[in-house]
């Protein structure tokens, strides 16, 4: 199949293939997203298969309007209706109760629950519009791999596979959505993203945090928090502040050469040994978010190195879902001094 692209003048014909139960990757201001009619069961099914993704991890429905939720879910609560009138169309994904039947099992993936989300990216949700039907989309990445914050990455991951591509250049936040689990007594985060908790408790009060508990054996709430995610091929190692120094020192006694990827001001504080490829995360932790996926994906596919030292940044507001990526890249490893 050929994978053609689209742009903001050629929405018309990528509504037409996902009416026709075929799937389009659609931009939004997090990551790409892998969509396809979220009433086309069979169009459903083969976003999985596309993916490669277990089919027990349920999908985000992307809506274009509050109507369309109220169709499939139960009535809306107050709290949720702040919410909604916050923070969309915005990077904030809500889990509500469904109506009986009102999805079908490979969007909910069983669960009496779905993700419904209203994305801030104009084209998109002209797409969803003119589709006249919401679309589900997962990361538009292969399984397993640092999520699609441009249409390049999508292309190199899912070409041939999916019928096309709208390309609205790289997307701002670069970390998917925070995941806000709205079904239960009380509100809690399943996802860590760029609408924060504390900015999430000035609007509906008390929220719990249940994406820091995910142990080894634990289940968690969001089914797609216990697989390997944003994993390159490299071993990525954590490197906290006060240990550049040392990092640095360490990366220029390899016999092979190892990625970097810090802020400007790091780098300007500490040297950068010749053998190392430095890949730069900008300014700050909002720059950082926008960059940490293309350059997981930059040592990937234009280098050989064999382990990426990357920028630890506070665990608070953005920095909040930075870590949570950045921590599952690595598979929560730290770089560590050397023992003498
Ligand atoms: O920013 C985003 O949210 C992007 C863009 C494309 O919208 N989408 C995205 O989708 O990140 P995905 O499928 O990669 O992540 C959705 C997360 C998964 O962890 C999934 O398990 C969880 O939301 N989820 C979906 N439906 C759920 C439900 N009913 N209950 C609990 N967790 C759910
Ligand atoms: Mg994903």
Known sequence: METKIYHADTIKEAAKEIQAGQLVSFPTETVYGLGADATNEAAVK???????????????????????????????????????????????????????DALSKSVTGGLETAAFRNPHNEATLDLIRQAGVPIVGPSANTSGKPSPTEA???????????????????????????????SGEV???????????????????????????????EVPKAPGMKYKHYAPNAQVLIVADDQWPAAMNWAAQQNSPVGVMTTEQVKKENLIPTNAEWFSLGEDVHSA??????????????SSVTYILAQEFDRIGLGEAYMNRLGKSAGQQYFQTPNK
């Open 46 to 100: 083969q976003v999985y298969v596309a993916k490669g993704r277990p089919s027990d991890n349920p999908l985000i429905v992307h809506v274009a309007d509050i109507t369309t939720v109220e169709k499939y879910a139960q009535p809306l609560s107050e709290k949720t209706r702040l919410l909604m009138k916050t923070f969309w169309p915005g990077p904030l994904t809500i889990i509500l109760k469904l109506k009986p």
């Open 289 to 302: 978010s926008h960059n940490l996926f293309a350059g997981l994906r930059h040592f990937d596919l234009e």
């Open 187 to 217: 509100p809690s985060i399943l996802r860590p993203g760029a609408v924060s908790e504390a900015q999430l408790a000035k609007v509906i009060g008390t929220v719990q945090s249940d994406h820091h508990k995910v142990g080894k054996n």
């Open 152 to 182: 390049k990455h999508v292309y190199h991951d899912l070409h041939g596979k999916i019928a096309g591509i709208l390309d609205d250049g790289p997307t701002q936040i670069g970390v998917e959505s925070t995941v806000i689990d709205m």
